[in-house]
């Protein structure tokens, strides 16, 4: 049994590999999902900043060019906040899809160590049955023979 705890244990380290590649991976579309909700919330906040400061400026007066170029930008800058809401959420959908293959990868690696758990188990109760057998075997060996029987009954009688 010795060949197939050492085939489960190389199995073992190449899950154990596949679920560090699956930790690696998830840490990089946590950061790539992060950045972007970062930058769309940045995005978020300069459009207000941005709206707030010009409705400042067309409260005193606005000539229609720049009511018209204020409206352009704003509907550009709308635009890049969709854009980059909507790049946010793959990145976050590929962090969740990261989380759910590490999660699969981390069952694998623990549903590999409890069977060679097991088989270490297993082989342990063998090799404690061969010992009292081999024990059981001796004793009742030295019941059989007759000068350790004799020797046995004398001690008894002293």
């Known amino acids: 049994m010795n060949a197939e705890l050492q085939q489960l244990h190389t199995l073992l380290e190449q899950a154990e ?17 992060d950045a972007a909700a970062s930058q769309a919330e940045q995005l978020v906040n300069y459009r207000s900043e941005y709206r707030q400061r010009w409705s400042q400026q067309f409260s005193q007066s606005g000539a229609i060019e720049i009511v018209q170029c204020y409206q352009g930008f704003n509907d550009r800058l709308q635009q890049a906040i969709d854009a980059q809401s909507q790049v946010a959420e793959q990145c976050r959908t590929q962090a969740e899809h990261a989380r759910a293959l590490l999660q699969e990868r981390e069952m694998r690696v623990a549903s590999i160590r409890k069977l060679i758990e097991r088989r270490q188990q297993e082989q342990r109760r063998v090799a404690e049955r061969r010992d009292q057998q081999l024990t059981d075997e001796a004793a009742q060996r030295a019941g059989w023979n007759p000068q350790i029987n004799a020797m046995g009954l004398r001690h008894q009688f002293s």
């Open 17 to 33: 590999a596949l679920r560090d590649s699956a930790i690696a991976l998830l840490q990089q579309t946590q950061q790539r999902a």
